[in-house]
C-alpha cells in the first residue's frame, strides 16, 4: 500500500489516502517534524489552522529568506508550487515537500520559459525583472527577482535610462511604473485573485463604511489602487494596520491575511474587499487552500510529493534570486 502510495502522489500529487479515524493531526505532524528535522514553511494566505501550525509564517520575501537560513533537513513548504521550487532552488541537497503538487499559481501560469524567452528577444538591450511569482524557468532567464516588499528598490537602484522588462505580472508592473516613473515594459499576466475585486462594491462598502480606510496588495487592479488609502506588500499590509490610527480597514488581498491582522490588532475591525463573484464576499486563492492539515500529515509520513528539479535549471535560477536577496539585506 506505502509503495504504491508513494507512485501516484510521484506522478499527480496527493490523493485520498485513508488514515486512522481519531488522529490528532497536530501531535502527530509535531512528532514527524522532531524524528525528521523537518520544518514547515507557511504564507499568510493559509487557512487560520494552517498559518498556526507553521513553524515560520510569511511573505514571499520572508519565506525565500528563511528557506536559505534553515537547517532543517526537509523543508514542508504550505503554500503553492512556485513557492517550494524557490526553497529548493536555495537548497538543492535538501528534501522540500508540498503538500499538494496540484497548488499552483494562475500568475505563474502566465508566463511559459519558451514563451517568455521569445519576448525577452523581442526586446533587446532591456534587464529582466521578474515577479518571484513565476516558474523556474522565467527565473532563469531573469537577472533579478523581486518580490511585492522590495520590487519598487531594486527597480530604483537601476539608473532610470536603464530599458526594462518586467514579468509576469501587469498590475505590479504598471503600479511600479506608476510610482517610480519608469516605463518598463510589461509582460500581460495577472494573479485571478487581485483581479477578481469589484470597484463598485468596494467603493459600496467604503460608503456603509465611512470611517474604514481601503488597503491594497500592488496585484490589484488600476481602479482599486487609485482609491485606495494604502498600497503594500502582504507584511506592509500587515504592519500598517498596526500604526494606522484607524479603527476599521477593508482589505484588498486575500482574506488569509485577515486572520494575522486580527491577531495583530483585536481590536480592531478588517472587512474582506468585495468579489465580482455574486457568490462570494471576498476572494480566496483555491490553490492555496488545497493545502489542509491531513495532506500536510501525509506528506511528512511518505516524503512525498518531492520538488525534483533539474540541476542545469537551479543553478541558472538561483543567480537572480540571490541577487535579490543580497539586495535586500
Known sequence: MESSYR????????????VKAGIDYKTEIDRLKRQKNAVILGHYYLSPELQDLSDFLGDSLA????????????????????MAETAKILNPAKKVLVPDMLAGCSLADSATGVEFERFIHQHPGHVVISYINCSAEVKALSDVIVTSSNARRI??????????????????????????????????????????????????????????????????????????????STTALLNYVSISNAGKFIVATESGILHQ?????????????????????????????????????????????????????MIKAKKPIQRMLELSK
Open 63 to 82: 519565506l525565500a529568506q528563511q528557506a536559505e537560513a534553515t537547517t532543517a533537513d526537509i523543508i514542508l513548504f504550505a503554500g503553492v508550487h512556485f
Open 261 to 313: 491582522m486580527k491577531g495583530k490588532c483585536p481590536d480592531k475591525i478588517f472587512l474582506p474587499a468585495p468579489s465580482i463573484d455574486a457568490t462570494c464576499g471576498c476572494n480566496d486563492c483555491s490553490f492555496m487552500k488545497l493545502n489542509t492539515m491531513k495532506k500536510i500529515y501525509l506528506a511528512l509520513l511518505y516524503e512525498q510529493p518531492e520538488i525534483i528539479m533539474d540541476e542545469v535549471l
Open 155 to 232: 527597480v530604483e537602484s537601476y539608473p532610470k535610462e536603464q530599458k526594462i522588462i518586467f514579468a509576469p505580472d501587469r498590475n505590479l508592473g504598471n503600479y511600479l511604473n506608476s510610482v517610480t516613473g519608469r516605463k518598463m515594459v510589461l509582460w500581460d499576466g495577472a494573479c485571478m485573485v487581485h483581479e477578481k475585486y469589484s470597484l463598485e462594491k468596494i467603493l459600496d462598502l467604503k460608503q456603509e463604511h465611512p470611517d474604514s480606510e481601503l488597503i491594497s496588495h500592488p496585484e490589484c487592479e488600476r481602479p482599486v489602487l487609485l482609491v485606495s488609502d494604502y498600497i503594500g
Open 7 to 18: 507512485q501516484i502522489i510521484e506522478k499527480c500529487g496527493f490523493v485520498d489516502q485513508p
